[in-house]
Structure formats: structure tokens, C-alpha cells
Nanobody, 117 residues
Framework: QVRLVESGGGVVQPGGSLRLSCATS??????????MGWYRQAPGKQRELVAQ???????TYADSVKGRFTISRDNAKNTVNLQMNVLKPEDTAIYYC?????????WGQGTQVTVSS
């Protein structure tokens, strides 16, 4: 069983910053080549990709977060982080960590991010 555990969510004012972290644990099979990323789901909306990063460090972002969010990973520690700057109310959502590859697709339990004055 592979577990992804997120941390770092919370409440922040517009223009503020938060850093999300996700750690991989458990005895299940994982592959160094797995892509790791962050998705989010706002109330009444579908889950959407926020950012994803390959093992080589190539990152892709949703247009709505480009220039504000930065994704990074530590392959040795099996962690992925999301630095979120200049947060906007529309960034409010539950953020989910994701790890996929080689036929596997793992999700974390989600962490709430609320941007409000």
C-alpha cells in the first residue's frame, strides 16, 4: 500500500503565500520515473490539474497558476512540494497530491487551502 500525505494547507489572505508538501510512504511499489503533481477541486467544480513534474524536473502548470506557483520534487526523499505565491480567492480548493506511472495512480487525502480576507 502506497500512501501520499499532504501538509501545509490553511487560511491565507489574498496576496499571501502557502507551501504544500507531500510525502510518499508505505510498502507498495513505486517507481522513480513516476510523475508527481498537485490537483485541486473547488466546491461544485471538477478536479483539475494544478502542476505536474517529471523525475527529470520538467514541470507543467495550469494557465491560471503560471508565474505564481512553483512545483518541485526531491527524488531521494519521494516528496513533492508546491510553493504558492500571490494567492487569489479563486485558488480556494482542496489540494490533492498525485503520483502516477507504470499503471499506478495514487492520491493523497487532500488539504484545504482557503484564500479569504
Amino acid at each position: 500500500q502506497v500512501r501520499l500525505v499532504e501538509s501545509g494547507g490553511g487560511v491565507v489572505q489574498p496576496g499571501g503565500s502557502l507551501r504544500l508538501s507531500c510525502a510518499t510512504s508505505g510498502s507498495g511499489v513505486i517507481y522513480r520515473s513516476d510523475a508527481m503533481g498537485w490537483y485541486r477541486q473547488a466546491p461544485g467544480k471538477q478536479r483539475e490539474l494544478v502542476a505536474q513534474i517529471t523525475v527529470s524536473g520538467t514541470a507543467t502548470y495550469a494557465d491560471s497558476v503560471k508565474g505564481r506557483f512553483t512545483i518541485s520534487r526531491d527524488n531521494a526523499k519521494n516528496t513533492v512540494n508546491l510553493q504558492m505565491n500571490v494567492l487569489k480567492p479563486e485558488d480556494t480548493a482542496i489540494y490533492y497530491c498525485n503520483r502516477r506511472g507504470n499503471g499506478n495512480n495514487y492520491w493523497g487525502q487532500g488539504t484545504q487551502v482557503t484564500v479569504s480576507s
